[in-house]
Structure formats: C-alpha cells, structure tokens
C-alpha cells in the first residue's frame, strides 16, 4: 500500500514573494490535474485546475504548470499573503467521472 | 457560491457504535463522493456514486460501510460497528460534470473513543 508521512513537506515564504509549490503525479493516463488549498479544520477548496493538453493556466494570483514529460505539476502563488498559508495538495484524475487522487501535501507558511 | 453542506460537524461516537454521516450536495450535481482524511495524513479516497449506485469504491470501504441517497437529495455515510481507526474528517464531495470540478464540503470530524 501507499505510505503516508505525519509530517507534510513545509515551505515558507515572506510575505509578498512568489511560492512555488511541486508536486510529480505517477499515473500516465491522468489527464486532469487539480490544485487545492486546504485551512485547517476545513475541506479541501478548489484553487485551479488544467488539463492535459495544456502546459500552463493562469488565475487570479495562481499559475498552474504541467510537465507531463517527468510528470510534474507545479503551483505558482504570486506576491503571497498571509492568507494564503494553508496546506497545498495536488490532485489527478483519469478522466469520467473517477475519483480525483489526492497528493500527500505541502505547507505553505507565510512570514508577515 | 452554492456550497456543500455536511452534519454533524463533529460526531463523537463508541467503539462498535454505528455512525451516519450526511450530506447535502449543490442542487446540479451528478456525481457524489465521499473522502477521509486521518489527522496529518493526505486526503483518501472512499467511494464514488452515481445515478443511485456505486461506482468506484476503495480498499478502505468494506461491508461495515455504506452509501446511500434516500430521498434524491440527501447523501449519507454509514458506518456499521465503528472502530478506533475510522476516526477522520470524513468529506463530502460532488461535481456537476465531468467537464467541471469536484466541490467539498466542509467535512465531519468523527471521533470514535
């Protein structure tokens, strides 16, 4: 089975930097990829999304990148707040209407 | 924004206590999901439901658990006999297409003593 670590991956960040947040995908068939952000005590909440045939896709603040060569996914928060501080997670899905696979997560810590 | 609602927020139950969980998922949405995640660890999934039955299921949804939509608008979790190890948030998701994201709800913390 998969293992899971108590301690997730930290990155922190002074308030008003770029965050850049990594995560690599195993799966070849997964073909929509999902960044969410997580406070705690709280669900998961949808940040941005993209798919396959794309590489990158911008939102507001967020940029997502998608390098299906070496399988990896990035997240790009520009000019970060305190706000943003939250648990990251990247997710996949293998296309219909199938379970979205969840990655194991990164904390993102904002230093004001 | 229409949102996902789950109750209780925080259910405290007995080992070997049977547990429901509920869900009220936004008005379009087809297909329906229930997720766990034990404290610290990442965000697991446990089945998937559409059309009134289900989809995909996971090695962690066994006979003590099950799925149900009984009047078309509520989505439950219900766990048979509990045990010390079920004890997560327990998240509701749906998405209206296959096209469009997955939405959570805000979750239940069940604590199983």
């Known amino acids: 089975g998969e293992s899971v670590g108590l301690h997730l991956p930290t990155l922190s960040v002074q308030e008003g930097d770029n965050s850049i947040i990594n995560c690599a995908y195993s799966n070849s068939a997964s073909d929509y990829f999902i960044w969410y952000k997580q406070e705690s005590g709280k669900g998961p909440q949808f940040i941005i999304d993209i798919r396959s045939n794309m590489d990158k896709r911008q939102g507001q603040r967020v940029t997502v990148l998608l390098n299906k060569t070496v399988k990896h996914l990035s997240l790009q928060i520009a000019a970060t707040q305190p706000g943003d501080s939250a648990v990251y997670f990247c997710a996949e899905n293998s296309g219909g209407y199938q379970k979205v696979t969840f990655g194991t997560g990164t904390k993102l810590q904002v230093i004001p | 924004e229409p949102e996902v609602t789950q109750t209780p927020s925080h259910q405290v139950t007995q080992m070997g206590q049977e547990v429901i969980l509920r869900c009220v998922p936004i008005?379009?949405?087809?297909?329906f999901y229930w997720y766990r995640q034990i404290l610290g660890q990442k965000v697991e999934f446990l089945v998937s439901f559409y059309n009134n039955e289900i989809s995909e299921k996971s090695e962690i949804f066994d006979d003590q658990f099950s799925v149900e939509r009984p009047d078309g608008s509520n989505f439950t979790l219900k766990i048979r006999s509990t045990k010390l190890e079920d004890s997560a948030m327990y998240f509701c998701?749906?998405?209206?297409?296959?096209?469009?994201?997955?939405?959570f709800g805000s979750g239940t913390r069940l604590t199983v003593v």
């Open positions: 008005s379009n949405h087809l297909y």
């Open positions: 998701a749906g998405r209206s297409g296959v096209n469009y994201g997955y939405t």
